[in-house]
């Protein structure tokens, strides 16, 4: 069975550091792979996914994350945070034929000026 | 031009009652989701449909229907609301079925529903 782990449900970091947000998955079979960000008030964007190729994917608003096997990890990165990122970030997974994308509890990050 | 579209925006309605919430999307998906998003952030899938058929139903109450008229639609209609339905609900599409796992999905801005 597929399951997504993301560590720390609250993250605050300072405008201009690093932000990383964690997240682990479960899978029996090579899976794809997405980070979701959540603005309030508004539904759910895509910020970049992972389904095969190149494990460092490039996604909007200058974040990044890297596929790491051997970690079962797909972690997210920004080397500098925004006011504008606070948000709340999803991991999601889906492997195969999976009907349906497996969802972390999510992150929520602060950016504090 | 929105891409999914959800109306309406807020909804607020007293326990009993039935309400309908409405999904459009104008990207030439193929498949459709309602998910419920509860207070703790926290994302649960209810329905799918893939061209007009359902398919995936988890565990929801049989008050929660939904409805697709065409592929481009899926509504959801909610019978005897209770206060524990309250959060807000979202619709979303992918692309082709059989190529949704790797192309991620289109959200709506989502419904927040209050019961009272």
């Known amino acids: 069975a597929q399951s997504v782990t993301q560590l720390g449900s609250h993250v605050s970091v300072s405008e201009g550091a690093l932000v990383l947000l964690r997240c682990n998955y479960s899978?029996?079979?090579?899976?794809?792979l997405f980070w979701y960000v959540q603005y309030p008030n508004q539904g759910l964007q895509l910020l970049l996914k992972?389904?095969?190729?190149a494990t460092l994917v490039k996604g909007i608003n200058g974040f990044e994350a890297e596929f790491k096997k051997s970690e079962t990890s797909f972690h997210l990165t920004k080397p500098s945070a925004h006011m504008s990122d606070a948000a709340e970030y999803f991991c999601?997974?889906?492997?195969?034929?999976?009907?349906?994308?497996?969802w972390g509890l999510g992150t929520s990050l602060a950016v504090n000026p | 031009d929105t891409a999914v579209s959800q109306t309406p925006k807020y909804l607020v309605t007293q326990m009993g009652n039935d309400k309908s919430i409405k999904c459009e999307q104008n990207?030439?998906?193929?498949?459709m989701y309602w998910y419920k998003q509860d207070s703790k952030k926290f994302l649960k899938i209810m329905f799918s449909?893939?061209?007009?058929?359902?398919?995936i139903n988890e565990t929801v109450p049989n008050r929660f229907s939904p409805k697709s008229p065409d592929k481009a639609h899926l509504n959801l209609h909610i019978n005897s609301l209770e206060l524990g339905d309250s959060a807000v609900y979202f619709c979303?599409?992918?692309?082709?079925?059989?190529?949704?796992?790797?192309?991620?999905?289109?959200f709506g801005s989502g419904t927040r529903l209050t019961v009272v």
């Open positions: 992972y389904t095969t190729g």
């Open positions: 449909y893939n061209n007009k058929e359902l398919i």
């Open positions: 990207l030439g998906h193929d498949t």
């Open positions: 899978s029996s079979v090579p899976p794809y």
């Open positions: 979303a599409s992918s692309q082709a079925w059989a190529e949704q796992g790797a192309r991620g999905y289109t």
């Open positions: 999601a997974v889906n492997a195969g034929n999976n009907r349906k994308l497996i």
